[in-house]
């Protein structure tokens, strides 16, 4: 008898993995658990169920968190956050070695513990998640040990808020403390109300590892105890978790200060070419769909199948589903375990019944209680609710496409962007999709690659912010410093009225053209001794639809090469140079001041200093423990809508322009609102210096209008506002209604003359990161 026929004819056999050790530690902290703060468990309070979702048995209580607990274990983070950061990057690294290490000696433990909370197989947890917690600990033990020299000048932001999802308990909070404890950061997270059993056996292993009191707090409750943590006096506020609570904890957070990154859902498209190996895209599928029950943010949950191969591909994926086997997530031999609660159970049946298309359910035994088949709905239309809205659970929605920009269309008709999928034998097709996918991360020929040195996350509605990598590091950092608080300059006034022999509508720069502003009203500009100077368009929401719609338009600018976007800039730093001395005076009749020339041989230093950095800032290929490539790439932002700093309207206008433009993004800026005249001799600069129609569009009018249609356009990808205007509050609540970037000073002064407006930070600002994996081997 070969190995085929002896795969085809055993039997099924059981694994079970004693769940003794784990049920002994529940027993031992007497099944009741309250919060851990200041290095200590604290006596229970009000308290709710925790239970293993194969079986219904109850495991533990848990304490429901109180705004009065979470305030308690802020306080404790506070006080512990400087000495821990005075402990300097080698000496938190000790400590961080130490948990790793006690998360490797305990590795049994959590597995099982993971899954009698969770209902994940105990395979997945074993292999998967234990092991990759234990790599984010080592890694960022790591990235401490190296931080005064890979981060001069970057310091904690002090006490981070942290809410971890139910579906990755401890990988989730790994992924979370590693890094932020690695800065400086002390740290409250709140697990899943769900799943807080490994949370809580994660302090104890604090404790164990002689954490000092206060860096790490972990606060247990629901949804209203995650709403306290984020309103709390944090300094950071981190989320995993729906779309939907981002969204709201963007609102909550708006205008507070507080950095934010989300982490948030996704409807990954997973790509399959008729050149595919199919057996190894079929076995791929399986895990990017049925991996943890499917309860994943970046599972492939919509195939896009190449017709000419999609009835043989279907045929056998069919057959792999009946051979899936679903049960006790403690069973070793089990490839399907539990939904985590009945609730997201029902969710999923809400979804699933009565749905379009050709259902198909695995012809495989289903357990009684919180389990579901894997599912296939095939011939879905692409505006199928199916095919937008993420199941989050053990269920493929599926269509098919011809052509490769077919392919494209369809994985990229989402409101979210977090991962996908491409299998093709043919490098060229897989190397030529993947750049033009809107995911955070791209997988080809594989899938669900995670690794610490490569940053994860996503675009669109999938949240901002990267988890893992020297951005994920970045996110836990902010400069070192304060900055002083910025002063409203108004513009000056005057009685006089400018004489025209003919009149001259001034106009506004749309899509390469002087445009006269839709509401037909101008401003009369005065200088300091209250003499006319000219006078500027006032722009309204239709000028920025028109704007927007040209930058939209000009996505070519995109595609150039970078040296090609280098050419242009230097050519505009030229003309900007022939001009100097006049638009020195120019400026200096504008504000009243002596810096023109000053500023103008900073701006002209700008340019160049973009010019040089657009070849120079594309990403770089990250160590990662496998035999391919993780590539961490700078796609440019999009649409960046930007309203422009008062006090200095040249110097303010360049600094953000040309690190955007030599990323390749299109702008919509919106000029100084009391020097506003800058905007026409920018106009005169661009249309003489080869900037493509539409990649730079100029408006000028009242900030606080204007940043309200911005923020609340849906086709402008991110929004920066360093306005001396109050502005900063509204932009990120609007901003909030599709998610998109946001950029504000929150009423704080730059220094334009000084480093921190050099291209480094506006460069990170004007790029999002797109991991792409490529793993090979004969």
Same mark, same amino acid.
């Given at each position: 008898m070969g190995v085929k026929e002896i795969f085809e004819t055993m039997d099924y056999g059981t694994a079970p993995e004693g769940a003794g050790d784990a049920l002994a530690w529940i027993t031992d902290q007497g099944a009741r658990f309250g919060h851990f703060i200041d290095g200590s468990f604290k006596k229970p309070g009000e308290t709710f169920e925790t239970t293993n979702p194969a079986t219904g048995e109850v495991l533990a209580e848990i304490t429901q968190g109180s705004e009065s607990d979470v305030e308690k274990a802020v306080a404790a983070a506070r006080k512990a956050q400087g000495p821990w950061e005075k402990l300097g990057g080698p000496g938190r690294a000790r400590h961080l070695y130490a948990i790793a290490r006690l998360l490797q000696k305990h590795s049994r433990l959590f597995a099982v513990l993971e899954s009698l909370d969770n209902g994940k197989p105990i395979r997945e947890s074993r292999d998967i998640d234990?092991?990759?917690?234990?790599?984010?600990?080592?890694?960022?033990?790591?990235?401490?040990?190296?931080?005064?020299?890979?981060?001069?000048?970057?310091?904690?932001?002090?006490?981070?808020?942290?809410?971890?999802?139910?579906?990755?308990?401890?990988?989730?909070?790994?992924?979370?403390?590693?890094? %932020?404890?690695?800065?400086?950061?002390?740290?409250?997270?709140?697990?899943?109300?769900?799943?807080?059993?490994?949370?809580?056996?994660?302090?104890?292993?604090?404790?164990?590892?002689?954490?000092?009191?206060?860096?790490?707090?972990?606060?247990?409750?629901d949804g209203v105890t995650g709403a306290a943590l984020v309103s709390a006096e944090v300094d950071k506020v981190a989320f995993t978790g729906s779309t939907e609570v981002g969204r709201k904890i963007r609102e909550a957070t708006a205008g507070s200060g507080k950095a934010l990154t989300l982490e948030l859902g996704g409807k990954s498209p997973y790509i399959v070419f008729d050149d595919a190996d199919l057996d190894s895209a079929v076995e791929g599928l399986v895990d990017a769909i049925w991996f943890n029950g499917g309860q994943v943010c970046c599972a492939g949950s919509r195939l896009l199948v190449q017709e000419s191969i999609a009835e043989r591909f279907h045929q056998k994926l069919?057959?792999?589903?009946?051979?899936?086997?679903?049960?006790?997530?403690?069973?070793?031999?089990?490839?399907?375990?539990?939904?985590?609660?009945?609730?997201?159970?029902?969710?999923?049946?809400?979804?699933?019944?009565?749905?379009?298309?050709?259902?198909?359910?695995?012809?495989?035994?289903?357990?009684?209680?919180?389990?579901?088949?894997?599912?296939?709905?095939?011939?879905?239309?692409?505006?199928?609710?199916?095919?937008?809205?993420?199941?989050?659970?053990?269920?493929?929605?599926?269509?098919?496409?011809?052509?490769?920009?077919?392919?494209?269309?369809?994985?990229?008709?989402?409101?979210?962007?977090?991962?996908?999928?491409?299998?093709?034998?043919?490098?060229?097709?897989?190397?030529?999709?993947?750049?033009?996918?809107?995911?955070?991360?791209?997988?080809?020929?594989?899938?669900n690659m995670f690794d610490a040195a490569a940053p994860f996350g996503g675009m669109r509605e999938s949240g901002f912010g990267r988890e893992g990598g020297p951005e994920g590091l970045m996110a836990y950092t902010k400069p070192a410093g304060s900055a002083k608080a910025l002063k409203r300059i108004k513009p000056f006034e005057g009685d006089a009225v400018e004489p025209q022999a003919v009149d001259r509508t001034a106009k506004l720069y749309i899509g390469g053209k002087q445009?006269?502003?839709?509401?037909?009203?101008?401003?009369?500009?005065?200088?300091?001794?209250?003499?006319?100077?000219?006078?500027?368009?006032?722009?309204?929401?239709?000028?920025?639809?028109?704007?927007?719609?040209?930058?939209?338009?000009?996505?070519?600018?995109?595609?150039?090469?970078?040296?090609?976007?280098?050419?242009?800039?230097?050519?505009l730093g030229e003309n900007l140079s022939a001009r100097s001395d006049e638009l020195a005076q120019r400026l200096n009749a504008m504000t009243g001041g002596k810096s023109g020339a000053r500023e103008v041989e900073t701006a002209i230093s700008r340019l160049f200093d973009a010019a040089a950095w657009a070849d120079k800032f594309a990403g770089e290929a990250r160590a990662v423990p496998?035999?391919?490539?993780?590539?961490?790439?700078?796609?440019?932002?999009?649409?960046?809508?930007?309203?422009?700093?008062?006090?200095?309207?040249?110097?303010?206008?360049?600094?953000?322009? %040309?690190?955007?433009? %030599?990323?390749?993004?299109?702008?919509?800026?919106?000029?100084?609102?009391?020097?506003?005249?800058?905007?026409?001799?920018?106009?005169?600069?661009?249309?003489?210096?080869?900037?493509?129609?539409?990649?730079?569009?100029?408006?000028?009018?009242?900030?606080?209008?204007?940043?309200?249609?911005?923020?609340?356009?849906?086709?402008?990808?991110?929004?920066?506002?360093?306005?001396?205007?109050?502005?900063?509050?509204?932009?990120?609540?609007?901003?909030?209604?599709?998610?998109?970037?946001?950029?504000?000073?929150?009423?704080?002064?730059?220094?334009?003359?000084?480093?921190?407006?050099?291209?480094?930070?506006?460069?990170?600002?004007?790029?999002?990161?797109?991991?792409?994996?490529?793993?090979?081997?004969?």
């Open positions: 234990i092991p990759l917690a234990q790599r984010h600990f080592y890694h960022h033990a790591g990235c401490a040990q190296l931080m005064e020299d890979t981060m001069p000048g970057r310091v904690a932001h002090g006490v981070c808020g942290q809410v971890v999802p139910w579906n990755f308990p401890l990988l989730m909070l790994s992924w979370k403390i590693a890094p %932020a404890l690695a800065m400086g950061n002390t740290v409250v997270l709140k697990p899943a109300e769900w799943t807080s059993l490994t949370a809580l056996l994660f302090a104890d292993i604090c404790r164990q590892a002689g954490l000092p009191k206060g860096v790490v707090n972990i606060v247990t409750g069919r057959a792999r589903m009946d051979k899936l086997r679903v049960g006790d997530p403690l069973d070793k031999s089990i490839d399907v375990g539990a939904i985590v609660h009945p609730e997201q159970l029902s969710r999923i049946r809400a979804l699933v019944d009565g749905a379009e298309g050709d259902v198909y359910r695995a012809d495989a035994p289903v357990p009684e209680g919180c389990f579901y088949p894997p599912t296939l709905i095939s011939d879905l239309a692409p505006a199928s609710p199916l095919m937008q809205e993420e199941i989050f659970g053990p269920v493929l929605v599926s269509t098919t496409f011809r052509t490769p920009s077919e392919a494209v269309e369809l994985a990229n008709n989402t409101r979210y962007g977090l991962a996908a999928s491409v299998w093709s034998e043919n490098i060229n097709v897989a190397l030529d999709i993947a750049p033009q996918l809107v995911s955070g991360v791209v997988w080809i020929n594989g899938t445009t006269r502003p839709d509401g037909g009203y101008a401003q009369v500009v005065y200088d300091a001794k209250g003499r006319v100077l000219g006078q500027a368009p006032i722009a309204n929401r239709k000028d920025v639809r028109n704007a927007v719609e040209a930058a939209r338009a000009a996505k070519g600018w995109a595609g150039a090469t970078a040296h090609m976007r280098a050419q242009v800039l230097y050519y496998m035999r391919g490539l993780a590539m961490a790439l700078r796609e440019p932002t999009g649409v960046i809508g930007a309203l422009l700093p008062d006090e200095v309207p040249l110097l303010g206008m360049i600094s953000v322009m %040309a690190p955007a433009l %030599a990323m390749g993004n299109r702008l919509v800026l919106v000029a100084s609102e009391p020097f506003p005249l800058i905007a026409q001799e920018m106009t005169q600069l661009l249309e003489t210096s080869d900037i493509p129609p539409g990649a730079v569009n100029l408006l000028t009018g009242p900030h606080e209008d204007l940043a309200k249609t911005l923020a609340d356009h849906a086709d402008v990808d991110s929004v920066w506002s360093f306005s001396g205007a109050d502005l900063s509050a509204g932009i990120e609540r609007r901003a909030a209604g599709n998610l998109k970037r946001s950029w504000v000073n929150y009423g704080k002064s730059r220094d334009w003359f000084g480093p921190e407006a050099g291209a480094r930070a506006f460069l990170d600002a004007a790029t999002e990161i797109k991991t792409v994996w490529v793993p090979y081997g004969a």
